[in-house]
């Protein structure tokens, strides 16, 4: 690749992944904040678009390759938040069934699948030639995709979305899939709200 693309990338990497979460934590109105993640996000469909990165052939789905580890991840924190705060364990669909529900559906098609386009189509296709490593691939799509919850800036936060973003850049990666990567994430957080966990990503409950 020439170094002028390379450079351009770059740029486009830090514009997109660095700058725009950065806006989150200035005092700004959220009018300009929105105005700048709609932007972005056009960009990002646009190029999806050129590129043709919503063409690409994918293998047979494998839905039980992203299983185990989501029921790993829905036993210990079932069992974590039962012994911390127990108050807490399945409140949503007890307490609210039908904003549970709808909650979940809004959250399937109008957080994730963007989310998946931003940081598994367009960031782990459009960035895979500036790293030879795909192990650095992935963690650079994970970092970037916990630093985009500048929005909520909690610890925990970060710390579950980088592991979430490690996750589901591994599963897109090895199935090329949108769908598929786009229910793993939508398992993960349907089950964090579902539980109990809604309050620390800013969930309605």
């Known amino acids: 690749m020439p170094m002028k693309q390379q450079i351009g990338l770059v740029l486009e990497l830090v514009a997109l992944y660095g700058l725009v979460p ?14 700048v993640l709609i932007g972005a996000f056009l960009y ?3 190029q999806c678009i050129r590129l043709r990165l919503f063409h690409r052939d994918t293998q047979r789905p494998d839905w ?3 299983l185990p580890a989501f029921v790993v991840f829905a036993l210990v924190s079932t069992a974590v938040l039962a012994a911390v705060r127990p108050e807490l364990l399945f409140g949503p669909p ?13 959250y399937s098609v109008f957080s994730v699948i963007p ?5 598994r189509v367009f960031f782990l296709e459009r960035y895979r030639h500036l790293v030879s490593d795909e192990r650095v691939l992935i963690l650079l799509g ?4 916990a ?25 897109y990666l090895r ?9 793993e994430h939508a398992l993960y957080g349907a089950w964090l709200f579902t539980v109990g966990l809604g309050t620390v990503f800013a969930f309605p409950m």
Request: aromatic share 14%.
């Open 175 to 183: 199935s090329r899939s949108l769908v598929v990567t786009s229910v």
């Open 115 to 119: 989310q998946a386009l931003v940081f």
């Open 142 to 145: 994970a970092v970037t995709f």
């Open 44 to 46: 990002v469909i646009v």
């Open 94 to 106: 007890r307490q609210a069934p039908q904003v549970w529900l709808t909650f979940l559906f809004i």
């Open 22 to 35: 950065a806006f989150f934590l200035l005092d700004i109105s959220r009018t300009a904040v929105a105005a």
């Open 64 to 66: 039980r390759a992203i």
């Open 147 to 171: 630093w985009a919850h500048t929005i909520i800036n909690h610890p925990l936060v970060y710390v579950l979305t980088f592991c979430g973003g490690v996750l589901f850049a591994r599963t």
